[in-house]
Nanobody, 123 residues
């Protein structure tokens, strides 16, 4: 069993940056691929980025490619999402997830989810 807790969300102006963290309980977290998703009001949850358990493989949604960076520190049982050049359209609740096949982008492919952290980008 893995529990995930996101933090680092908040209010930021367009063009600004934030770094989200995903703290995991349980040593087995290091064995799982993990990802970040987001859900804006009235929209479905969508894939943002994913990283392999060993951190040697990453994938990104086209909408965030070049602006967001996913990373992890298995020694700290923590995943990260660095978000630069934030846009109004990035406003959403951001969720981290774990335990999925490598390269998974679908919500149903992930076995563990955090409770989410709100990111609001203002003009």
């Amino acid at each position: 069993q893995v529990q995930l807790v996101e933090s680092g969300g908040g209010l930021v102006q367009a063009g600004g940056s934030l770094r989200l963290s995903c703290a995991a309980s349980g040593r087995i977290f290091s064995a799982y691929n993990m990802g970040w998703f987001r859900q804006a009001p009235g929209k479905e949850r969508e894939f943002v980025a994913a990283i392999s358990w060993s951190a040697d493989s990453t994938i990104y949604a086209d909408s965030v490619k070049g602006r967001f960076t996913i990373a992890r520190d298995n020694a700290k049982n923590t995943g990260y999402l660095r978000m630069n050049s934030l846009e109004l359209e990035d406003t959403a609740v951001y969720y981290c997830a774990a335990k999925a096949p490598l390269g998974a982008t679908g919500t149903r492919e992930y076995g563990y989810w955090g409770q989410g952290t709100q990111v609001t980008v203002s003009s």
